[in-house]
């Protein structure tokens, strides 16, 4: 018997660094690195929170609020303001409307992106295009603190699939969970990690590790992918809505591996 979900369950937000035009239907936005949110959107700096962290947690900042601040909503969605789950069934792309994403929840399954997969290994890239340093120290954290995770996330880094984005739906009990597991990994690597010398971008080290920990978390707690929907991103380019058609349907057609040697990774 299929579980009838009822739409108000289903709390789905945008996060977004700034107000855009774009928001699409049943859509709640969430801002997050303290600029000017001129469209009265959630803030990520109210209730409990780590706003002042959103430079080096990325999105994670947002994801935060939620975990700690939404008390009422049965399943959450992650997505951003230019990269959202785009309908899989529709000929030419667009956005999943909250029906579609309801109706892969009520097959008990969860919703992520499509599963990449790289040339190399998650730990070859990482410690590459990253931090040598960083990787070693979360394996060091995990064995410490979360030991049963240590086989998983060395399958995970020596594997060369991941999902990546930290964009998902689903059950808020399920995201309560990881969030806990996620965020105390993450603290502890903050505690011991010096980000001063390094570039603006690579300062984002936590959102960027989160990425590759999601697997791990997932494999772990029996998300094979038989229990989760691979939906295409719909990547947004304000305002050329026949630009961001193309750019989605590219991203669906093509299936070959990322190679990070074809798009540098900046400095």
């Known amino acids: 018997m299929v579980k009838k979900i009822d739409k108000n369950e289903l709390t789905m937000y945008m996060v977004t660094h700034k107000s855009v035009n774009f928001v699409p239907a049943g859509r709640t936005p969430i801002f ?8 009265n959107y959630l803030r990520d700096n109210t209730g409990d929170n780590i706003a002042e962290k959103n430079p080096h ?3 994670l900042t947002a994801m935060y609020w939620i975990w700690k601040n939404d008390k009422s909503s049965k399943y959450v969605s992650i997505e951003h303001y230019r990269r959202f789950f785009m309908d899989p069934a529709a000929i030419i ?6 029906e579609k994403i309801i109706s892969f929840l009520e097959e008990e399954k969860i919703v ?7 040339t190399i290994s998650i730990k070859e890239y990482y410690q590459t295009y990253h931090s040598k340093e960083d990787y070693e120290n979360t394996a060091q954290i995990i064995h410490n603190i ?6 998983d996330f ?4 020596l594997g060369k699939s991941s999902f990546g984005l930290n964009m998902m739906v689903v059950p808020k009990p399920v995201f309560d969970k990881y969030c806990e597991w996620l965020f105390t990994i993450l603290f502890k690597l903050e505690d011991i990690t010096d980000l001063s010398n390094r570039s603006k971008y690579q300062q984002r080290a936590y959102g960027f590790m989160s990425e590759r920990l999601e697997y791990v ?3 772990h707690n029996g998300f094979n992918l038989a229990r989760i929907k691979q939906l295409p991103i719909y990547s947004v380019v304000e305002g050329k809505k026949i630009y961001s058609i193309l750019k989605s349907m590219k991203h669906r057609l093509n299936k070959k591996p990322y190679d990070p040697t074809k798009y540098p990774v900046p400095k």
């Not at 997050?32 to 469209?39: L, T």
């Not at 792309?93 to 909250?98: A, I, M, N």
């Not at 992520?112 to 790289?118: E, M």
């Open 112 to 118: 992520l992106p499509d599963i990449v997969t790289n």
């Open 93 to 98: 792309p667009k956005v999943c409307t909250p």
């Open 146 to 151: 979360y030991p049963e995770y240590s086989k």
């Open 154 to 157: 060395q399958t995970v880094m």
């Open 32 to 39: 997050v690195g303290g600029g000017d949110n001129k469209n």
């Open 57 to 59: 947690f990325c999105e």
């Open 217 to 219: 978390w997932l494999l």
